[in-house]
């Protein structure tokens, strides 16, 4: 069975600083991949998601993820962040012919000013 | 605007009952999602239908029940026998493997 571990409980960043955001998966295969973003109290929206070619996804809101799978990661990046970035982020993975998600358990991000 | 709409926001339930919580989506999605949310321990699914009147069950069925006599609908039954049911519940939509879920807002239940 396929799993996720997003190994950063909490993160801080200063605003307009980069960020990176870990996700390594475990899977046989080549996985498909999403980010997803949640604000506190609301829903999850995709950011950005993997299925195969271009090993370098563009997201919504200026994120970006590189899928590397000699290291089975798919980090979420982006170059300068806001204050409107503050939220939880999560880190899922889907396998072939399964409607089913794992997600994993979260990256909260704190900015400061 | 299609969507998924989860009703109620807040629900609260008394020792003893059974509630149900609301999921419709209007972009005529085959696969349908309950996920229970518990600070951090991430997303836990509860249920998933992938057509209508079909359902499987997820890693913590035990204490739920749902229904799928529509593709629009998928409402999650909180039964008396889930011990802690206190958590933060999302439903989600998909149209299929490789796809992306589209997640509703949430529904927050706590115990009277």
């Known amino acids: 069975a396929q799993s996720v571990t997003q190994p950063d409980i909490h993160i801080t960043v200063s605003e307009g600083a980069s960020l990176e955001l870990r996700c390594n998966y475990s899977y046989g295969a080549t996985p498909y991949l999403f980010w997803y973003v949640q604000s506190p109290g609301q829903g999850l929206q995709l950011l950005l998601k993997y299925f195969s070619g271009d090993t370098l996804v563009q997201g919504i809101k200026g994120f970006e993820a590189e899928f590397k799978r000699s290291q089975s990661s798919f980090n979420l990046r982006k170059p300068s962040v806001h204050w409107s970035d503050a939220a939880e982020y999560f880190c899922a993975v889907g396998v072939y012919r399964n409607e089913k998600l794992t997600f994993g358990t979260g990256t909260r991000l704190t900015i400061i000013p | 605007d299609g969507g998924i709409t989860q009703s109620p926001k807040y629900l609260f339930r008394k020792e003893g009952q059974n509630v149900t919580l609301s999921c419709e989506q209007n972009?005529?999605?085959?696969?349908m999602y309950w996920y229970r949310q518990d600070p951090g321990q991430g997303l836990r699914l509860i249920y998933y239908s992938q057509i209508v009147n079909d359902f499987q069950k997820g890693d913590i069925a035990e204490g739920y029940s749902v229904s799928r006599e529509k593709k629009e609908s998928f409402p999650l039954t909180v039964t008396s026998a889930q011990k802690n049911p206190t958590a933060f519940y999302l439903c989600a939509s998909s149209m299929g493997w490789g796809q992306p879920q589209h997640f509703g807002d949430g529904t927050r239940l706590s115990i009277l």
């Open positions: 972009l005529n999605h085959d696969a």
